[in-house]
């Protein structure tokens, strides 16, 4: 069964006046795999992963999770955003507690975990992310790599079966981007389904196994990498076959 | 911010309960409004000084320069009561005038004692809450209202407020330097007041935008109405802190009755 299906999903702001955000997007992604989402600026990647999580509803069209659609109903939502964890692009969106530990402890909390196994989930996830020694860190005084595997534990201490990402690695160093792979492989190992936005060719082509790619509002490609890159029509019309060729010349 | 925020953060004290820091600051500022003896600002100064340098291992410099920023700032607000300025000679018993061209100012013996009592007793209870951000973080002054079952929606607000400070500080630097390198601040006056009045424009601009990521990103953990939930710290006893405090609020007391 797929995780999630888009039916015809469109979405438009309220202040958007030419085409809509997501504009009849349908697509189907499968369960337990990497994921890239790839697409210019602009395309819808980030309001398409607003949708995961019930963030943003569709004005038309339909989203299935596990084959039921979305519940946007309070105890609904509360149920698929335990689910469904989403880590927003800019750390500093996400951080608004003071201290580190009170941060990841958010989720647990409103999950209605007693205080222990919030303090338990807090230290699994800090664990996970490698920053136990950052625990009682004010969060504004975090570096930005520092500051993006907060955020990460802040959604990892919730358990997700899905974790979404939308390009927290665009901003870090190469050292930064590391841990955060190491992080989401170790999650992925643990059967669940990591998706992430990201601009990173060499992450498409090494790390996902999973690839979708959304042009002006509308999904043209969800399926294997292999496939992407022999699907010739859609590297050229997304713009990806030149970029690609370049990144991989440079990687020779 | 950031010194007073570095050194709430280091500082010996950091891991003791911030009711007894809260509490002995609030006597103190209570005992300098409340007790009309300059003497007791005085030593209110020298106790907070005396746990924050020994206790608490902050600079001496530190210290003394928050106190004396505070204390130029009074200085220039007491001046009102110190000097009266007149146009004509004033007509006074025991006090002394200065003629500067046609503008006479006086002072006298009582208000010179009305000033320095004003100065010393707000410099001692600067100290005392000088003493508390030195030693306190934020986040625990808000556990600590949390505690004192201060309303939630209050508390939310100062923890937002106080977590956007430091995130609105970092636009707003990168602002400036994104002006500054286009030589925006190099300019005629009108074109540097229009310069700055688009930073406070863009950095409104951005405080809302702020925000509404982070209402999506608080709504994306769970989050659906209601206070914002997060663990408390944990504390320690520190009787050393006690004492001392117990021994400046009665030396404060005896001043006071012994005057």
Redesign the interface.
Do not use: C, I, Y
């Given at each position: 069964m797929s995780l999630f299906t888009f039916s015809h999903v469109t979405f438009r702001y309220p202040t958007q006046t030419e085409r809509p955000a997501l504009d009849d997007l349908s697509l189907t992604i499968p369960e337990g795999e990497k994921i890239v989402v790839l697409g210019r600026n602009g395309s819808g990647k980030s309001t398409f992963l607003?949708h995961l999580?019930g963030?943003l509803r569709p004005k038309h069209g339909q989203i299935l999770f596990r084959g039921e659609p979305l519940d946007y109903s309070?105890r609904g939502?509360?149920r698929l955003?335990?689910q469904v964890?989403?880590v927003?692009q800019?750390p500093?969106?996400?951080?608004?507690?003071?201290?580190v530990?009170?941060?990841i402890?958010?989720?647990p909390?409103?999950?209605g975990l007693s205080?222990e196994e919030?303090?338990a989930r807090?230290r699994e996830a800090a664990a996970i992310c490698n920053i136990e020694h950052l625990l009682e860190?004010?969060?504004?005084?975090l570096s930005g790599g520092e500051k993006a595997r907060v955020a990460l534990a802040?959604?990892l201490a919730?358990r997700p079966d899905v974790l979404a990402l939308d390009e927290l690695m665009a901003s870090l160093d190469p050292w930064g981007r590391a841990k955060i792979r190491d992080i989401l492989d170790g999650y992925h190992a643990r059967n669940k389904t990591v998706l992430l936005i990201s601009h990173d060719l060499g992450l498409v082509k090494h790390w996902s196994t999973w690839v979708i790619v959304i042009h002006q509002g509308k999904a043209v490609f969800s399926g294997r990498v292999e496939d992407l890159l022999d699907d010739q029509g859609i590297m050229d019309e997304t713009g990806l076959l030149a970029i690609w060729r370049e990144a991989m010349q440079d990687c020779l | 911010m950031h010194l007073i925020d570095r050194y709430a953060y280091s500082n010996a004290l950091r891991h003791v309960d911030p009711l007894i820091k809260g509490g002995l600051a609030l006597w103190i500022i209570v005992l300098c409004l409340g007790l009309n003896e300059p003497l007791v600002g005085l030593f209110a100064v020298v106790w907070m000084g005396i746990l924050a340098v020994g206790l608490a291992n902050i600079p001496l410099r530190t210290f003394g320069g928050l106190l004396l920023t505070e204390g130029a700032f009074l200085l220039l607000a007491t001046i009102a009561v110190i000097l009266s300025i007149s146009m004509t000679q004033p007509s006074m018993d025991g006090g002394w005038t200065i003629h500067l061209g046609p503008i006479w100012l006086a002072t006298s013996r009582v208000s010179l004692y009305q000033g320095a009592n004003l100065i010393l007793r707000a410099l001692g209870a600067a100290a005392a809450m000088n003493f508390l951000a030195l030693t306190t973080p934020m986040v625990d002054v808000i556990a600590l209202l949390r505690r004192l079952h201060m309303p939630g929606v209050i508390i939310d607000l100062m923890t937002l407020m106080y977590r956007f400070i430091f995130v609105l500080l970092e636009s707003l630097e990168r602002m400036v330097r994104a002006q500054d390198s286009r030589l925006g601040f190099n300019a005629p006056p009108m074109r540097r007041l229009q310069n700055a009045a688009w930073i406070a424009t863009h950095l409104f601009i951005e405080a809302f935008l702020r925000s509404r990521n982070l209402q999506q990103a608080l709504a994306s953990r769970g989050y659906d109405g209601g206070d914002l939930r997060v663990l408390p710290a944990s504390y320690e006893f520190d009787v050393r802190l006690l004492v001392l405090g117990a021994l400046a609020l009665t030396n404060l007391l005896f001043i006071w009755w012994l005057i």
């Open positions: 607003l999580n963030l309070r939502l509360k955003r335990q964890a989403l927003f800019n500093d969106d996400q951080l608004f507690s003071a201290s530990f009170q941060d402890s958010f989720g909390l409103n999950l205080e919030a303090w807090v860190r004010p969060t504004h005084a802040g959604v919730m | -």
